[in-house]
């Protein structure tokens, strides 16, 4: 295979792959992968998902994660319920790749 037609070849998968990830859309909050759904009103989950999608470092994601983490346990508590526990970390894709640091460089 010539250098032209690997470059072909993997233009081609990546735009393969950016059409995949588009095709799926951004991310959508959910019972399932929102810890303290059942105690947010339908205008606070709105709000939350528009937060987690706007966040663009860990850190500040991280900072909201606690705060959320505790009002929906306060809110628990407050009706004598447990909050089940996270099955997805929100901030996750913000953490560094393999070999890069936390602002992304090599």
Same mark, same amino acid.
């Given at each position: 295979?010539?250098?032209?037609? *690997? ?10 792959? +950016? #059409?995949?990830?588009? #095709?799926?859309?951004?991310?959508? =909050?959910? =019972?399932?992968?929102? @810890? ?14 528009? @937060? ?10 991280? #900072? ?11 809110? +628990? @508590? #407050?009706?004598?319920? +447990?909050?089940?526990?996270? @099955? ?5 894709? *913000?953490?560094? +790749? ?9």
């Amino acid at each position: 295979m010539t250098q032209q037609e *690997l470059k072909s070849v993997l233009v081609v998968i990546c735009l393969f792959l +950016a #059409a995949e990830a588009g #095709a799926r859309g951004p991310w959508r =909050a959910s =019972a399932e992968n929102t @810890r303290g759904w059942q105690f947010m009103t339908p205008e606070e989950r709105i709000e939350h998902q528009s @937060r987690v999608r706007g966040f663009s470092t860990l850190e500040e994601c991280r #900072a909201y994660q606690r705060e959320h983490h505790k009002l929906m346990e306060d809110r +628990a @508590r #407050a009706r004598g319920e +447990a909050v089940p526990s996270g @099955r997805r970390d929100i901030c996750g894709h *913000l953490k560094p +790749a393999a070999g890069e640091d936390r602002h992304g460089q090599n």
